[in-house]
């Protein structure tokens, strides 16, 4: 089994910041990507930024230049520095990965638990 624990959401005053971590664990081999979502009430659960295990990143438009993704392979941990906030970017965000259990297995993808965080003054 594969575990996501994220931690590091909260309350916080429009262009504040906060930082997202995210670490797997369990039985795993090997972590391919890695990224972040958030699902705002009433909307569609969204990217919100990726990273492959070689640290190639993507961000969705809305964050760029605000939000910095990174991992720490060592760790299976990834995490999402997030600044200069804005009441939008409230939502529940979740960490995802892709696994491979075992040196044989393909990559199964597993989502945390989720993590609130309200930019609000």
């Known amino acids: 089994q594969v575990q996501l624990v994220e931690s590091g959401g909260g309350l916080v005053q429009p262009g504040g910041s906060l930082r997202l971590s995210c670490r797997a664990s369990?039985?795993?081999?090997?972590?391919?990507?890695m990224g972040w979502y958030r699902q705002a009430p009433g909307k569609q659960r969204e990217l919100v930024a990726g990273i492959t295990t070689g640290g190639r990143t993507n961000y969705a438009d809305s964050v760029k230049g605000r939000f910095t993704i990174s991992r720490d392979n060592a760790k299976n941990t990834v995490y999402l520095q997030m600044n200069s906030l804005k009441p939008e970017d409230t939502a529940v965000y979740y960490c995802?990965?892709?696994?491979?259990?075992?040196?044989?297995?393909?990559?199964?993808?597993?989502w945390g638990q989720g993590t609130q965080v309200t930019v609000s003054s």
């Open positions: 995802n990965a892709d696994v491979k259990r075992t040196y044989l297995s393909g990559s199964y993808n597993y």
């Open positions: 369990g039985s795993i081999f090997s972590i391919n990507a």
